[in-house]
């Protein structure tokens, strides 16, 4: 299973019925695949819909009906569709109970980095800011590394994404919960060690008596 | 009063150096044969708010790779490497806004609000140059009203008044837009009678919006 | 003709087709019935709607459907349903082009009093804050005097509606413009002499050398 | 998760007290069976935010004319003469707002924003204890977000997932309130399956909906 797969599948377990979920362009939209049986969420896509789903079969697509990334889509029964005012007030306002965002770094406070390397990639920040300012709970999905330097460190050196503290950090090494107090350890996975982690890690890491191991989502 | 007018003669109301506003979100939801004619006329030396720029050669892209553009206000530029190319190369200046922040911006333009408070951006980058006010203990950015010469609008369905409606996930800036400028023109997909959009359905009402571009006629 | 049959008969000649038009409760409403023949307005009613028409015979009335008083109203084809929050950003962001409202006093700056009596009366202000502060143009119907007291004055004793000078003042005796300098008489209503029109005025009135006679709408 | 609720059920999960936001323009879109159930139920003390109390005998009048506010947020209350006999008498405190006022503050509530800046009041009374700001040469109110416990709303439908759509004038401060509360209870005139209203008729997304008030049944 690569990295990105572990990831996806273990941030699918944190998804619980009837919750209003955003997932970022990317890795994170591959949560969606693998979600748990049994549980049953909406997925918004801040282009302005709740109720997204894959286009059901090659044809079938709609020149309206996209995700945020521009990429066809489908929709449920029950979607519903609005302009950006209203998909970001849905977002700003705390009626999203989860977004799930990439990242390119993490700081000991838990606060992100992802939208921006200064002089070199310039994508801007989307919904990105919002997403994490606002929404219930936040989840960073991202590798632990990049090309072999730390992405979890003492203080972000790129630009912050948001001020506020991120609530769940996934990687394919770990499940870190950033708390006031700091980072604390919360889950390795299958067969890492707690000293893999800690040697992949710039930032302090809180390590508890019991850490668990990553239950990943089929 | 008769708001229907060709895509041509509607790009002609615009001047070189407008400031435009466009509708759509990875040009799904933009007035494409507006942007058409915009390049088709040369225009040049435009201020271009929307969400992003698409990608080179779909819709607000086809206004970069003219080099129409002097000054764009987006969300994001990530998927169309001839904006960040233009910018780099000093060409094309670009603001970035968050998304939310752009919505709410051109909402208070439209709305006559003097600007609305937001958490977003707050301690970032984005509250660069901008005033932070403490409400009741949390702190907000002041972000301040954003309006346009001229708003180009995509839209599903236009009755003969110019009330409007909208499809799935191609409404999103372009209602807010067709608030905010002193010019709107309405690129429909459709032109139906009055009474054909109920008024429940109208998203935009007719008073807002100046011209709409006729259909291209297929009737035998 | 009474007193408020000539203020609604000339107010209604101010409207230009293609308007989009708010008539506050009461007199301004009766200004509807007297629209010159091609003119055509857009009714709007804060409630939310454009396109506000009388309903057009007893028992067609709906739920659903009434003025900003509660009252049964009826719509054109091609009207428009609205939140409040979009009704009165037509209101506050321009897109209003008239409103017409009633008027308890009119100072010298042309500043509005219509919405208390302090110890009296406080009904509210409603929506008529809103329509002074952002209407493209701000028309007063109201009769030039109650009970023998001047409306007219050089400064309101009651709570001000808003800071912002009307456009247009008309009364049973005389159209008044308020003005930068001060409140142009423009007209006088058929019959009554500019004199006349002095005396029941408590604030100074600039008089042109010119006064219109009031030309009423059939 | 099943929505669906009686009348009575759903104002018992309404406490003494509570700050209640209750959708209606003089009585037209308001969830005339709530009010009738938080009477019957002799619920007190409470706080209402909305536009008006009607009259007398009229959807929220019925609250008024049972002594169960002891606060009343509206914009006006001058067709009401018992709202205005217990605000004189000093029984009932009554905070009178501009109604695009009232309006976006609910939308501030509900949209995460710490405040809109309008002109509206700007020199009168209703500025009085609120901060004016200049922004750019012009003076605004700031006008702070305001929330509620608990938000009635009257609706035209509701699916069974709780997505509502309105009718006409009754939607007006509905779907405001609707994302401004902790508590959404929706009283629809009729629930329809899930996808009967199609996704660009949503006014009122499912995400928002508690709960939502079972019809009257009348089939044969």
Known sequence: MDDKTIIARRVAREMKSGQLVNLGIGLPTTVARYLPTGIEVFFQSENGIIGMAP?????????????????????????????????????????????????LQVDEQGRLANWMVPGRMVPGMGGAMDLVSGARRVIVAMTHTAKGEAKILPRCTLPLTSVRRVDLLVTELAVIEPTAQGLLLRETAPGVSVDQVLAATAARLIVPDQVGVMALAA | MNKAISAAAAAERIADGAVIMIGGFMGVGSPHRLIEELVRQKRAGLTIIANDSARPGVGIGKLIDARAVRRLIATHIGTNPETQRQMIAGELAVDLVPQGTLAERIRAAGHGLGGVLTPTGVGTIAAEGKQTLEVDGRAFLLEKPLAADVALIGCHRADYNGNLDYSLTARNFNPLMAMAAGLVIAEPDAVVPVGVIPPDAVVTPHVLVDLFVQGDHRHG
Do not use: K, Q, W, Y
Request: net charge negative.
């Open chain 1, 55 to 103: 286009v059901p079969a090659e044809g079938l697509e709609n020149d309206s009906l996209s995700d945020a990334g521009g990429s066809p889509i489908g929709a449920v029964a029950g979607a519903a569709a609005f302009d950006s005012c209203t998909s970001f007030g849905l977002i700003r306002g705390g009626h999203l109970d989860v977004t799930v965002l990439g990242g």
